[in-house]
């Protein structure tokens, strides 16, 4: 501005020096040398450690903190590359600017860490300097890969997971959750029993984790026990063998329960009749008849600790005749439901005779006249329940519809195949375990049907690209509303490293 306004402007230079040592012109500093000079004459990295060695274990890719911490850490991860500095002595010596990992073949067994410091050196001045530190991986297997090598079946903790119900979706859904968090990472074996799955750990310590992990996810319920293995009357030393026993509730999503009246008074006169529609560590209820929910939290349910009064695995297909919505639409607990009058029949009923249940239903929203339903048939039923008979004079519906069936639709599409899958764990099955391998394939059938059905479900797991699916064209000439599937942006890439695929992508680069 003042050179448009025509005012005389004097240019500032920067004033240079000649270094003290090799006579070159150099901006001025403390010191009076340039930088060249300076490094040849003071080394900051003087006693700082350039070469350490490691213990690294080869089996769970862990690294040894001394004395006895073990630190699991990928190769140029954050949590290796701090603990290599942390390693280092005397380098509160010098200010750490910067570090990074110089690439290695991962087979060498060397790890090398560049690190930029600054120091104050002659008359204040600031120096700055880069070195390469040296690491040596020295392998050792830890106490637990060890104890495992020397006996695979040497377990120190055990848990014991059990639900006694006569299905297995509980565990299937369980499955996903422990695959997705990686809770039981640090297993040594996992076994499928009759009623449950066993999981053994190496350490107490990983055993009570994983306690606390189905705990957030379940209402569960646990006692633990203990066994002398060894003693040590020398050195005061005990081994024991750890036992966690959990008991998984009972009631599961889509059971019909009747309350007791002690929970009934509890919850606001809810129900008795109520469905069970999500299982966390609560269990959510809600009444079909009012469109009433509420939630049971672990510590209330083991409390009363009731059971169901039909499970999921008694549910009968109907045919909607005819409904007519009662009430408008509303938002309970995150789902959408609306109260109609239902004319519904027994699909089993057609052809042998004409009974037709005139009942009310919560999922006015979602069927129409033609649609099928799943529920459960209270008609004629002899339920042997101590809770029902403490209700003297309560009417009993001929039916209540759970949900809309899309079994036909399904039939229609035929596509043996989903373009999803499911990991499951390494399990070995118990030789003393009685398990019907069909009872147990059509109930893992009925889950993955539940997921294309329920995006809630499908919240807290992980679906995978399915490889080998191909679409069928009889798939694609369904009329009308199709069954539910799961979208592909839900889906996540299975990564499998093949040689043939790094011999191409080498190839490509060359």
């Known amino acids: 501005m003042a050179e448009e306004a025509g005012m005389f402007m004097v240019h500032q230079t920067v004033g240079s020096v000649l270094c003290c040592k090799c006579s070159i012109p150099m901006a001025p500093n403390a010191a009076n040398m340039c930088v060249k000079c300076l490094r040849s004459e003071v080394d900051i990295t003087e006693g700082l450690q350039k070469h350490v060695t490691i213990v690294h274990c080869p089996e769970c890719d862990c690294y040894l903190q001394p004395p006895r911490t073990w630190i699991k850490a990928q190769l140029e991860s954050k949590e290796l590359l701090t603990f290599c500095v942390k390693r280092l002595k005397n380098l509160n010596k010098v200010r750490l600017v910067h570090a990074e990992f110089i690439w290695t073949e991962p087979h060498s067994k060397r790890i090398k860490v560049k690190l930029k410091v600054q120091k104050e050196v002659l008359n ?102 203990k066994q002398l293995v060894s003693h040590d009357s020398k050195s005061n030393n005990y081994n024991y063998k750890h036992t966690f026993s959990v008991e998984i509730s009972p009631i599961c999503r889509e059971d019909l329960i009747c309350l007791p009246p002690k929970v ?5 006169n809810l129900g008795p009749l109520v469905i069970c529609t999500k299982v966390t560590n609560s269990v959510a209820l809600f009444d079909p008849f009012t469109l009433r929910h509420c939630f049971l939290d672990t510590d209330q349910y083991w409390r009363y600790s009731f059971k169901s009064l039909h499970t999921s695995r008694e549910l009968v297909e109907y045919i909607v005749l005819d409904i007519e919505i009662i009430s408008p639409e509303v938002n309970v607990g995150g789902s959408r439901f609306a109260l109609a009058d239902a004319q519904v029949a027994r699909v089993s009923d057609f052809g042998k005779n004409d009974t037709i249940f005139n009942i009310k239903t919560h999922l006015g929203h979602l069927l129409n006249p033609g649609d099928y339903a799943l529920g459960y048939n209270l ?15 309560l009417v009993i519906p001929d039916a209540i519809l759970i949900k809309k069936s899309y079994e036909e639709k399904r039939q229609k599409k035929h596509a043996k195949a989903r373009p999803w899958k499911l990991k499951s764990l390494g399990m070995e099955v118990d030789d003393k375990a009685k398990l019907d391998q ?73």
């Not at 968090?181 to 055993?207: L, P, T, V, Y």
């Not at 039923?381 to 008979?389: G, R």
């Not at 009889?474 to 799961?486: I, L």
């Open 124 to 225: 204040g001045a600031i120096l700055e300097q880069s070195y390469v530190v040296e690491y040596v991986q020295q392998e050792h297997m830890c106490e637990s890969c060890s104890r495992v090598q020397a006996n695979p079946d040497q377990w120190v903790a055990s848990v014991q997971l059990r639900q006694h119900v006569s299905h297995r979706r509980t565990f299937f859904y369980l499955e996903q959750l422990i695959l997705r968090h990686g809770a039981a990472a640090s297993a040594i074996k996992i076994k499928q029993m009759e009623q449950g799955i066993d999981f053994f750990f190496a350490n107490r310590s990983h055993g009570v984790k994983f306690v606390e992990f189905v705990g957030k996810v379940a209402p569960v319920r646990s006692r633990s026990d």
């Open 438 to 510: 069909e009872k147990v394939d059509s109930e893992y059938e009925q889950f993955l049907k539940d997921l294309e059905e329920n995006p809630e479900m499908r919240l807290n797991i992980s679906l995978y690209h399915n490889e080998e699916y191909r679409p069928s064209e009889r798939a694609s000439m369904t009329d009308g509303e199709d069954a539910p599937s799961v979208p592909l942006e839900e889906l996540l890439a299975d990564l499998e490293l093949r040689d043939d695929e790094d011999e191409d992508d080498s190839s490509m680069r060359e």
């Open 264 to 268: 009934r008074s509890s919850l606001g």
């Open 379 to 393: 008609y004629g039923a002899n339920s042997n329940d101590d809770e029902l008979e403490k209700y003297k004079g």
